[in-house]
């Protein structure tokens, strides 16, 4: 059994003052049967009021606004997280494996993860890579989507910044180079183009000093969680060329990056914005105090502002931006 204690900062900071904020986190991780979140907290400045709600799919979604003029919003999000060793995943599948994995399709509820989305869309440069990796019916479910995993781990190379937030998924194809975000979506569309229901996971690695993850520890990451016959939601990650286990922590899983964003919001005004994210995943093997405070790191202080006010009346619109953060 593992227990990681988790820190998740967002600043954004404004070149001049806006006069409102909107936003939807999706930091809180999820409890499922080898997953548990003991304790979950997030801190907002400017101070407001913060909401909850959960979607469709299970994700715990914070939303607040912020109606008063201000040039920054931070954002700190606390996790305490327990995981339980995961079952191990069989080198294959019976040989019946296509038959019983299209029997589970028809008797579930999969469309979602089967039809193209926003991000994960099936262009003509996924369909000749299709071709190039022969991503066919052949072997069994497992055994293709292993091979897979493997392969898009040593056609990509791995480059942080090198792709956008929004950026299209043959940017990544073509170039070579992306972020883990790019690694899950052309890995969900591949595997869709063959009927395997795939899901996008946004969360954490846990890094320690003897992995050697091409991801950047001080990030969110994201991997593919494929639907197998007799196994359920098998989780990939294609950045590391790894079968997801317990340094994998989920906060939030969808059809693509589009419905699970750490962070999601407008604000009004009209300014240039610049965005900060810092992650911290610490590990232990006993559960920590789910009431310890956790020690801001010295190059955090500065940017977490307490404030000590409630938020000023709003001043007339002006113009809406989005905000959202890339995943690496």
Same mark, same amino acid.
């Given at each position: 059994?593992?227990?990681?204690?988790?820190?998740?900062?967002?600043?954004?900071?404004?070149?001049?003052?806006?006069?409102?904020?909107?936003? *939807?986190?999706?930091?809180?991780?999820?409890?499922?049967?080898?997953?548990?979140?003991?304790?979950?907290?997030?801190?907002?400045?400017?101070?407001?009021?913060?909401?909850?709600?959960?979607?469709?799919?299970?994700?715990?979604? /914070?939303?607040?606004?912020?109606?008063?003029?201000?040039?920054?919003?931070?954002?700190?999000? *606390?996790?305490?997280?327990?995981?339980?060793?995961?079952?191990?995943?069989?080198?294959?599948?019976?040989?019946?494996?296509?038959?019983?994995?299209?029997?589970?399709?028809?008797?579930?509820?999969?469309?979602?993860?089967?039809?193209?989305?926003?991000?994960?869309?099936?262009?003509?440069?996924?369909?000749?890579?299709?071709? /190039?990796?022969?991503?066919?019916?052949?072997?069994?479910?497992?055994?293709?989507?292993? *091979?897979?995993? /493997?392969?898009?781990?040593?056609?990509?190379?791995?480059?942080?910044?090198?792709?956008?937030?929004?950026?299209?998924?043959?940017?990544?194809?073509?170039?070579?180079?992306?972020?883990?975000?790019?690694?899950?979506?052309?890995?969900?569309?591949?595997?869709?183009?063959?009927?395997?229901?795939?899901?996008?996971?946004?969360?954490?690695?846990?890094?320690?000093?003897?992995?050697?993850?091409?991801?950047?520890?001080?990030?969110?990451?994201?991997?593919?969680?494929?639907?197998?016959?007799?196994?359920?939601?098998?989780?990939?990650?294609?950045?590391?060329?790894?079968?997801?286990?317990?340094?994998?922590?989920?906060?939030?899983?969808?059809?693509?990056?589009?419905?699970?964003?750490?962070?999601?919001?407008?604000?009004?005004?009209?300014?240039?914005?610049?965005?900060?994210?810092?992650? /911290?995943?610490?590990?232990?093997?006993?559960?920590?105090?789910?009431?310890?405070?956790?020690?801001?790191?010295?190059?955090?202080?500065?940017?977490?502002?307490?404030?000590?006010?409630?938020?000023?009346?709003?001043?007339?619109?002006?113009?809406?931006?989005?905000?959202?953060?890339?995943?690496?």
């Amino acid at each position: 059994m593992n227990f990681y204690s988790i820190r998740h900062l967002t600043r954004f900071r404004y070149a001049h003052p806006i006069s409102e904020s909107i936003m *939807e986190t999706r930091m809180h991780p999820r409890s499922d049967s080898t997953q548990h979140c003991l304790n979950f907290s997030l801190s907002v400045s400017p101070r407001c009021r913060v909401f909850s709600y959960r979607d469709h799919q299970g994700n715990t979604v /914070q939303h607040f606004d912020i109606p008063g003029e201000h040039n920054q919003l931070v954002i700190v999000a *606390e996790s305490i997280i327990e995981q339980q060793p995961s079952p191990g995943v069989p080198s294959f599948l019976s040989p019946d494996a296509w038959p019983a994995l299209d029997d589970l399709i028809e008797s579930g509820d999969y469309w979602e993860m089967l039809l193209p989305s926003t991000f994960a869309v099936e262009t003509p440069a996924v369909t000749l890579l299709a071709k /190039q990796m022969d991503v066919a019916r052949r072997d069994d479910p497992l055994m293709l989507v292993q *091979e897979l995993n /493997q392969r898009l781990f040593e056609y990509f190379e791995y480059v942080p910044s090198h792709t956008r937030v929004d950026s299209p998924i043959d940017e990544a194809i073509v170039s070579g180079k992306g972020v883990c975000q790019d690694f899950a979506h052309t890995m969900i569309a591949l595997l869709r183009h063959v009927r395997i229901p795939a899901r996008y996971v946004s969360g954490y690695l846990y890094r320690s000093r003897e992995d050697h993850d091409r991801s950047t520890p001080d990030a969110t990451h994201a991997w593919v969680e494929a639907l197998m016959p007799h196994l359920g939601w098998v989780g990939f990650d294609p950045t590391n060329n790894l079968v997801a286990h317990h340094r994998h922590i989920r906060t939030a899983v969808g059809r693509d990056y589009a419905d699970v964003p750490p962070t999601h919001g407008i604000f009004r005004g009209r300014t240039d914005s610049e965005l900060y994210v810092a992650v /911290q995943v610490e590990a232990s093997e006993t559960a920590p105090a789910l009431d310890r405070k956790m020690p801001i790191p010295e190059d955090w202080s500065v940017l977490v502002e307490r404030a000590q006010q409630p938020p000023e009346a709003p001043i007339p619109f002006i113009d809406l931006q989005q905000m959202q953060q890339q995943q690496q």
